[in-house]
């Protein structure tokens, strides 16, 4: 038998053990992200593919809560000419019951010396020996296919400075001196207090992509995309950013969570953004709306209502209500801070109202509680309401745009401070 061969023991070197298996192969580790994509928690993935909760948890804070390229659904699956993993199962099975390298050939429909290089590259070298064991087997392959490729910011030093400056609201004095940005100490899973974040100067990794192409126009090794600074900010190993940057990240949740949470019961299939006509898409019709809130400190919040034909934006002005932070909330009472579903409502109807009844054709909104009254705005204001899917904000391109920047914009003083009207911007 192939194992048993003189010549290879006499050959080959007594290699050092790399240690042990992981637990869970490729294919265990395709379906785990596989239930993630499908909204399910890591512990709950975790059960479905027959591994324990913890397991899974740590894979999915290794990876930084997105499947590494390899392992998502949407990745192509090996190619046939690899060998799979019931492959081996079978030729370990096999070889135990005493067949010969030619015999398991035929068997599995492989050329011999494909069986015999597969013995003698990926079995189980401890004690001299050459023993061959499925899963052993299948580590040893995965291990030596893989072709790890150091990230982009760990080799370029001038993009990393420029990366690491924005992201960390560094501005500099008009002699060019850098000023560092705000100092957070990382607190593990979450952020730091919001209240110590200075959001509003730090860049987006999307601002920092689009912004290299004006920078350094003739310089293609000055090139990033937004998914490549996250990965360097949540994946472990990539190493280029430090973690504690993410307290600079324009929300204070914990990164990249997944959850299988259910929609608002107020949102019936019926005002679903599938709802929404076509002509919204391709806007060619105006009239169509896409809106949002920008929390603040200290409960203070503006409202954004972005026309998806002109870009035309307009700022809604929500001040608490009296007795906001002096008396104490009743239960099913009104939001004090002025961001409840009425005054979203009432400040809607304030704005748009006035305007001519053809520029009044929809409004799209996610399914934030501050869209509860939408029945109550149709008819106040006479503005078709729709509602994004659950936890798919996204899909408001245009408002999820002009929220970041105005964002960055609106510092949290001037939130807290606004006075009475509401501001237009074009």
């Known amino acids: 038998m192939a194992g048993r061969r003189r010549s290879d023991q006499s050959l080959r070197e007594k290699l050092r053990s790399p240690g042990r298996p992981g637990v869970g192969l490729r294919e265990t580790r395709r379906g785990f992200w596989a239930f993630i994509a499908l909204g399910l928690s890591s512990e709950d993935a975790a059960m479905k593919v027959g591994i324990s909760p913890p397991v899974g948890s740590r894979w999915f804070r290794m ?12 990745s192509k699956s090996p190619s046939a000419r690899y060998m799979s993993f019931a492959e081996r199962e079978e030729i370990a099975i096999l070889q135990a019951q005493g067949h010969g390298v030619r015999e398991v050939a035929r068997r599995l429909g492989r050329a011999a010396s494909t069986i015999s290089r597969e013995l003698r590259r990926n079995a189980v070298t401890r004690s001299g020996g050459l023993d061959y064991r499925a899963t052993t087997a299948q580590w040893h392959a995965e291990r030596a296919a893989r072709r790890p490729k150091p990230a982009k910011l760990a080799g370029n030093v001038v993009l990393r400075t420029y990366v690491q400056d924005r992201l960390a609201g560094a501005v500099a004095t008009p002699g060019g001196r850098a000023l560092p940005g705000p100092s957070v100490a990382w607190k593990g899973r979450r952020h730091g207090r919001r209240q110590s974040r200075r959001w509003g100067r730090s860049w987006s990794p999307q601002q920092i992509a689009e912004r290299l192409r004006l920078d350094f126009p003739g310089d293609t090794t000055m090139r990033i995309s937004h998914e490549a600074i996250y990965q360097a900010l949540y994946v472990q190993g990539r190493g280029a950013l430090k973690r504690a ?8 949740r914990v990164p990249r969570a997944r959850s299988l949470g259910r929609g608002k019961s107020f949102v019936t299939p019926d005002v679903l ?33 972005v026309e998806r034909t002109t870009r035309f934006t307009m700022l809604l002005h929500l001040p608490p209500m009296d007795g906001h932070g002096v008396t104490p909330r009743a239960k099913n009472g009104p939001a004090l801070a002025g961001h409840g579903a009425e005054a979203v409502r009432e400040a809607i109807t ?77």
Do not use: N
């Open 63 to 74: 990876a930084g809560g997105m499947a590494p390229p390899h392992l998502s659904p949407s």
């Open 245 to 252: 940057l993410t307290a600079c990240l324009r929300t204070g």
């Open 273 to 305: 953004i599938s709802e929404r006509p076509p002509e919204v898409e391709d806007r060619a019709v105006p009239g169509h709306w896409e809106g949002d809130l920008i929390l603040g400190l200290k409960s203070s919040a503006i409202g954004t209502l």
């Open 350 to 426: 304030g704005t748009i109202a006035g305007l001519p009844e053809q520029l009044r054709r929809s409004l799209t909104w996610d399914q934030g509680a501050e869209m509860a009254e939408h029945v109550r705005l149709r008819i106040d204001a006479g503005l078709q309401v729709y509602f994004c899917d659950p936890r798919s904000p996204w899909q408001r391109g245009d408002e999820r745009e002009h929220e970041r920047i105005t964002a960055a914009e609106a510092l949290d003083a001037v939130l807290a401070a606004v006075q009475d009207g509401v501001a237009t911007t074009a």
